[in-house]
């Protein structure tokens, strides 16, 4: 009872804080996507909001620079306490990169904001190391699951993203506490959550099992190619460019040349409608080419944000558009998608799974799974966290890699 206790209330007051900070950047993004969209003109201003962001960075946070990599960091290593100007660092990097037409999510935003301040927390608590873990864990989950108004998955993101191959069960009990709280309280805000459904779902049979694993190995396959190339890209403006706060001016210029010269925004900002659409008619064989082209651009050369609605996009669209060759229902194709892409590229098969049935029902719960375990072993070792932690390889063959990190490879 005294760690129950003690945890509820340590839950509650994530919840409150990290729900109430989710609310207001759920619905600031809301209203910077619409200026933009009846603003269009300001999209050529991208190079100046990137330039503002970097020189930001540069002069005032280089010590929260490595965002959601640093969260990462603190859990397996607890040192200083997360500086909590990576809250409002990173809300304001990521708006600007909304208002002005960088491709990018709101995952990592949420949770950065969420690690920075829960963190303030483990002095007045007097949290010793091991409990500092679990806090930070349950901050995650909390930022995670009230950004996207799925609780249980976030909840087993905090415990399952930063340690592949295995979940920190220690940690359970906060993390869903948080996790439900900080949605509630993000509801209470009236904060918009999108809502998605998939029609048809077909009955479970051998040959619908064999397409759904062939689908999952090609959304795996699409995840590690996002992921090697956003690091390669990023290595590519490092080496060119030595000044940090050019970089996303220089990438401004070619987002937003790039805009121009295609005439759509359908590939910037979080790129929902065309997730949307994605479950009603088949999307185009290029949209998700393009939009990970938008979002490697964007993220490589410093621009804020998350990673994970992008990935939704690609996900949904691939998905969509393989609908052309597989004989699998459009909106289940799509949902697949949505939630393996996302799975491989981030290694966490489980909060993926239980995501997509928070968002599509389980009906589809057999078929979600298939596509995010697959699409999980197919990534390789890969990830869009470079400080992800390999606790048990995906094969027994590659034992010795145990203990390393993505980034050390």
Not at 120 to 141: C, G, T, Y
Not at 324 to 350: C, D, E, H, K
Not at 402 to 407: D, F, L, P
């Amino acid at each position: 009872m005294p760690y129950i206790l003690k945890w509820v209330f340590i839950s509650l007051i994530l919840g409150i804080c990290i729900g109430s900070a989710s609310a207001g950047f759920l619905i600031s993004l809301e209203w910077v996507t619409n200026y933009r969209e009846e603003h269009k003109w300001i999209i050529a201003l991208l190079p100046v909001g990137g330039l503002s962001v970097g020189l930001l960075y540069y002069y005032w946070g280089k010590d929260v620079e490595a965002g959601n990599n640093l969260l990462i960091d603190t859990i397996h290593k607890p040192e200083q306490t997360i500086p909590f100007k990576m809250a409002p660092f990173v809300y304001l990097g990521t708006i600007i990169t909304h208002l002005f037409g960088g491709s990018a999510g709101r995952e990592g935003t949420a949770l950065q904001m969420a690690g920075a301040i829960a963190d303030q927390f483990s002095k007045r608590f007097r949290l010793n190391a091991e409990e500092r873990k679990i806090l930070i864990i349950a901050a995650v989950a909390a930022g995670f699951g009230s950004v996207f108004g799925t609780p249980l998955a976030g909840a087993i993101f905090g415990m399952e993203f930063f340690l592949i191959g295995r979940l920190r069960y220690n940690a359970i009990f906060p993390a869903f506490a948080s996790a439900i709280c900080a949605d509630l309280i993000t509801k209470l805000w009236n904060a918009h959550h999108t809502h998605y459904h998939i029609d048809i779902v077909p009955e479970l049979t051998f040959w619908h099992i064999t397409l759904a694993v062939f689908a999952g190995i090609l959304f795996g396959l699409c995840a590690t190619v996002f992921s090697r190339t956003l690091k390669r890209t990023a290595q590519l403006f490092k080496s060119y460019i030595s000044y940090p706060p050019l970089r996303p001016f220089i990438g401004g210029i070619i987002v937003a040349a790039a805009v121009w010269c295609i005439g759509t925004t359908a590939y910037i900002g979080l790129g929902i409608p065309g997730i949307e659409a994605s479950f009603q008619q088949t999307a185009q064989p290029y949209d998700f080419a393009l939009k990970m082209v938008f979002t490697i651009l964007t993220l490589a050369a410093g621009f804020k944000g998350g990673e994970v609605t992008p990935l939704f996009f690609i996900g949904a669209t691939l998905g969509s558009a393989l609908s052309l060759f597989i004989p699998l229902p459009l909106g289940l194709l799509a949902g697949m998608g949505f939630v393996a892409v996302f799975s491989g590229a981030t290694n966490t098969p489980l909060a993926c799974s239980i995501m997509g049935i928070e968002l599509f029902g389980a009906q589809a719960a057999v078929y979600i799974a298939i596509a995010c375990i697959l699409a999980y072993l197919f990534s390789g070792n890969t990830s869009i966290y470079g400080k992800q932690m390999i606790g048990e390889p995906k094969n027994k063959r590659f034992s010795a890699l145990t203990g390393r990190r993505i980034n050390d490879l």
